[in-house]
């Protein structure tokens, strides 16, 4: 058995990974938080944009090997340009994946950003400009709604998700 992805998409600050810890909650069977903020983040090292393009290729081949191991997996992601869109595509073929778009305004995204205090200003504002633009999503969820909502809307859809069943 192969696992499956479902891969919730949005700009820095939208709440995709308090999204995913919720559905994590609720999903009728076992699914990986699986994020490269999680893993990754705090283990890259100082200038680490010079291997920035080869960092995601890798990181998108983690999803294949989760798959292939039947490790059902939950993701948070931000596709920043055309050429990572086409990688993880390329890095997707043949896994069964279910698209989330989080959406959420800029002037929410921007009080979050700042709140936070662990991201650059303006990464937010810089996502929301392009994010949504390379794919349609099998679900949009408004980021704005309580995390607990939204995952029961994401566990509904994707159990509904072209008749398929967990």
Not at 54 to 71: K, L, P
Not at 80 to 94: H, I, K, M, S, Y
Not at 111 to 128: C, I, M, N, S
Request: glycine share 8%; proline share 5%; net charge negative.
């Amino acid at each position: 058995m192969t696992g499956r992805l479902i891969l919730v998409h949005g700009a820095s600050s939208a709440g995709k990974s308090t999204l995913c810890r919720a559905a994590q909650q609720v999903l009728p069977s076992p699914f990986l938080y699986h994020s490269a903020d999680l893993y990754f983040r705090d283990a890259l090292p100082p200038g680490w944009h010079e291997v920035r393009d080869a960092f995601f290729a890798a990181f998108h081949r983690t999803y294949r090997v989760f798959s292939e191991q039947g490790v059902d997996v939950i993701s948070d992601y931000i596709v920043e340009t055309p050429q990572g869109f086409a990688d993880l595509t390329t890095a997707l073929q043949g896994i069964d994946v279910f698209w989330v778009g989080l959406h959420a305004p800029l002037a929410v995204l921007e009080q979050r950003e700042r709140a936070r205090g662990d991201r650059r200003v303006g990464d937010a504002r810089r996502d929301l400009e392009t994010v949504h633009g390379f794919r349609d999503y099998h679900l949009d969820l408004d980021g704005t709604r309580p995390p607990e909502d939204n995952a029961r809307l994401l566990v509904d859809a994707w159990q509904r998700r072209d008749g398929a069943q967990t």
